[in-house]
C-alpha cells in the first residue's frame, strides 16, 4: 500500500507488553542465538558479555525486537531437552534485561512451559513459536493466558525432517489455510496480536521459497502483521553457490523484495543493514 508517498501500511501498531510499537514503517527483529549450532553463528555469542555486546550493538543499529533463541531449528537439527534450552536462555535474558531493562524482547521457542516461564520471570513481550502451535499442544492456550503477541510461523514438519521432499498443492493456499485456522483458534482462546511468518525455508524448497516470497503480499487477506525472516538462508547462499558468511548482500535484496511486497517485520541477523534497507524503500515514490 502506498499512501503519502510511502510504501508502508500506516496507521498499524504491534502490542508489546504496555507499549504499542508503530507499523508506520517495518520493525527490525535482531536475532541473537544463545545456541552453539545455529547455521550461521552459533556459538559466537556464548558468554554473558558477549551477549550483552550483541544486543547493545543491535539496538544501536537500529532493532526494535531482540528475538532470543536457545533451540536451534536448521534442518535437520535434533533439538535440546527443555532444561537446555532453559539454561542457555536464563544466562542470555538474565544479562539482556539487565542491562537493557527497556527493550522489546521476543523468546524463540516452540515449548510452551519455557514461553511462560520468560514472560513471567523476565517480562518478555513476545513469543515467536516456529511450529505455530503444532509441537506443543499447549502453545496456544498459554499465548491466550499469558497475553502475549504471538508470532505464528508456518513450518511442515519438524526440523530434523522438514526438508525431506516437502510437496504442497499450492504453497500460499496451503499456508494460508494454516494461518486462518490457527488464528482462529487464538481469537478463541483470546488472543488477537498475532504475526504470521510464512516460514521461509522452513519444509519448502529453493524454488517453494522464491513463490512464496513473490506472492508474499497475499498474505495481507489476514490483515496481521506479517514477519519475514530470510536472512543468511540456504535459499540465498544455494543459488549463489556461496556460504552463510557471504550471503549478507543477497539477504539485503531479497529484504528488499520482500519490503517491496507488504513484509512489517524484517528478522535479521545483521541490524545495519536492514535499517538501510528499510531507509531506502521508503524513498520509493509513486509516480
Known amino acids: 500500500m502506498i499512501t503519502n508517498g510511502h510504501i508502508f501500511n500506516?496507521?498499524?501498531?504491534?502490542?508489546?507488553g504496555d507499549r504499542l510499537l508503530s507499523l508506520d514503517k517495518p520493525l527490525i527483529m535482531g536475532i541473537i542465538n544463545a545456541t552453539p549450532d545455529s547455521f550461521y553463528d552459533g556459538g559466537m555469542y556464548q558468554s554473558p558479555n558477549l551477549m550483552r555486546m550483541k544486543a547493545a550493538r543491535m539496538l544501536e543499529d537500529g532493532a526494535d525486537i531482540l528475538d532470543v533463541g536457545a533451540c536451534s531449528t536448521r534442518p535437520g537439527s535434533i533439538?535440546?531437552?527443555?532444561?537446555?534450552?532453559?539454561?542457555?536462555?536464563?544466562?542470555?535474558?538474565?544479562?539482556?534485561?539487565?542491562?537493557?531493562?527497556?527493550?522489546?524482547?521476543?523468546?524463540?521457542?516452540?515449548?510452551?512451559?519455557?514461553?511462560?516461564?520468560a514472560v513471567k520471570e523476565f517480562g518478555v513481550q513476545i513469543i515467536n513459536d516456529v511450529s505455530g502451535g503444532n509441537q506443543d499442544q499447549a502453545m496456544l492456550a498459554t499465548i491466550g493466558r499469558l497475553r502475549v503477541s504471538y508470532v505464528l510461523m508456518h513450518m511442515?514438519?519438524?526440523?530434523?525432517?522438514?526438508?525431506?521432499?516437502?510437496?504442497?498443492?499450492?504453497?500460499?493456499?496451503?499456508i494460508s489455510l494454516f494461518f486462518a485456522d490457527r488464528i482462529k483458534q487464538l481469537s478463541e482462546l483470546g488472543t488477537g496480536d498475532i504475526i504470521i511468518d510464512p516460514g521461509f525455508g522452513f519444509g519448502k524448497t529453493i524454488d517453494q521459497n522464491y513463490n512464496l516470497l513473490d506472492r508474499t503480499a497475499e498474505f495481507r487477506m489476514f490483515d496481521k502483521p506479517i514477519l519475514i525472516g530470510l536472512s543468511r538462508k540456504s535459499m540465498i547462499y544455494n543459488v549463489l553457490k556461496s556460504a552463510p558468511e557471504s550471503s549478507l548482500n543477497?539477504?539485503?535484496?531479497?529484504?528488499?523484495v520482500a519490503l517491496l511486497k507488504?513484509?512489517?517485520?524484517?528478522?535479521v541477523h545483521d541490524v545495519k543493514q536492514a535499517s538501510e534497507c528499510i531507509q531506502l524503500i521508503d524513498k520509493i515514490k509513486l509516480n
Open 262 to 267: 507488504g513484509a512489517d517485520i524484517l528478522r
Open 156 to 174: 511442515l514438519g519438524l526440523p530434523r525432517t522438514m526438508q525431506d521432499n516437502p510437496v504442497y498443492r499450492d504453497i500460499v493456499n496451503d
Open 10 to 16: 500506516k496507521q498499524r501498531y504491534l502490542r508489546a
Open 250 to 256: 543477497g539477504t539485503t535484496v531479497l529484504n528488499a
Open 79 to 117: 533439538e535440546p531437552d527443555e532444561a537446555t534450552e532453559k539454561s542457555r536462555l536464563d544466562s542470555a535474558l538474565k544479562e539482556i534485561r539487565r542491562e537493557f531493562p527497556d527493550a522489546v524482547i521476543s523468546v524463540d521457542t516452540y515449548r510452551s512451559a519455557i514461553a511462560e516461564w
